[in-house]
């Protein structure tokens, strides 16, 4: 079926100029790959948000595998992670061997808060996984200093929410890891996919670096002659993994630095047509938006909204949607129910009940085509079909 509104897999298009942009550059690139672009990049983007040292990677979930690989896990180390989230937040830990533990969701903001992630907490947590779902910054700022003190490490899954701020500063700043995506469906994209690792520790950034490119580091040997014994060395920095390649090439970089110095403008526009549905929505009690809290702001990645009806309904309001030209997406099944995850969780961990919140809200939920290209009359359109999908439930 052709649908008028498709769920598109572009998040922001490329402007035309930025083709003459790559094709003068290629005219006079010494490289492809692990050049002077991607050096360019990975300085411009720890300049706009602050951060201490930035790695470009071929993905986010090259990136997570990384942050992964440098935790080093020992056996019966936890992580924890909502379980209300895309699946690369989590299984790349199941890689590396560690057990994760699923936090619920605040029921207002979908995701995992100070209280969710607190309650989980064992001697035997590691490390805690902050997803900033849906471009919303995540209000488990509020226990950084409690898990620091602990030796917990923060890690922060900024995939979907690159220039939302928590306090006025830029998610992934507080975290001892924060992991971005480019990915094409992200409000920026390096063509098609891309990441960036933001790393704290120096020691962990200088052998994440190493890893990125087949673990490669020179021998030092024969400072006068570079090729003796061999052009490079090849070292495996942890005892849990080997090296990989998960380089970006320099047309990706080039793009993505591009796209960085329109980040704001692009957040505003998206900003403007999220605040238009809402407006829209704002007599309708039984179709919710994510709740904002005072301090936090969003990326305003997709749209997801709560319909507050019978889940035995929801069926019905997408084959509705559908019969309007509108494809509605369904995120994020909650990780526990795949059966890839079915070794990590204890049999605890799998009680629905404790993760209640989780399970009505995904019951609950559908997601509106959202990008860039669509019109206020589009969002209307859209919002609108909804609203009459709900009053035609048999």
Known sequence: MKYRYPFAAIGHRLEPEIFDILKEANNSMSTYTQGIYQSKFESDFQNKFGLKNCIAVSNAVSGIELIASELDLKDGDEIICPAHTYCASAYPFLKVGAKIIWSDINPKTWLSGPDDYREKITNKTKAIIVVHLYGLASEAYKIYDELKERGIIIIEDCAQSIGSKYNG???GSYADFSIFSFQSHKN????????????????????????????????NIFPDQHWKPA???????????????????????I???????????????RKKKWNYARNLLSNQPNLLLQEIPENSTSSYHLLPIRINIDISLI?????????????????????????????SASDETYNKKLLKNTDLFYDQMISLPFHESLSINDIEYMINSLIKSI???S
């Not at 069926?315 to 995850?341: H, T, W």
């Open 169 to 171: 500063i830029p998610v």
């Open 188 to 219: 920026i994209s390096t063509l098609g996919e891309g990441g960036m690792i933001a790393v704290t520790d120096e020691n962990s950034f200088a052998r994440m670096i190493k890893q990125r490119h087949n673990g490669h580091t020179s021998y």
């Open 231 to 253: 052009m490079s060395d090849v070292r495996k920095c942890y005892s849990s993994s080997y090296p990989s390649n998960f380089c970006m090439n320099e047309f990706q970089a």
């Open 255 to 269: 793009v993505g630095s591009y796209l960085l110095s329109k980040i704001d403008e692009i957040i505003s526009i």
């Open 315 to 343: 069926d019905e309001v997408f084959d509705k949607m559908k019969s309007f030209g509108i494809q509605c997406a369904k995120q994020y099944q909650p990780l526990y129910r795949y059966n890839l995850f079915d070794e």
């Open 391 to 393: 009053q035609a439930l």
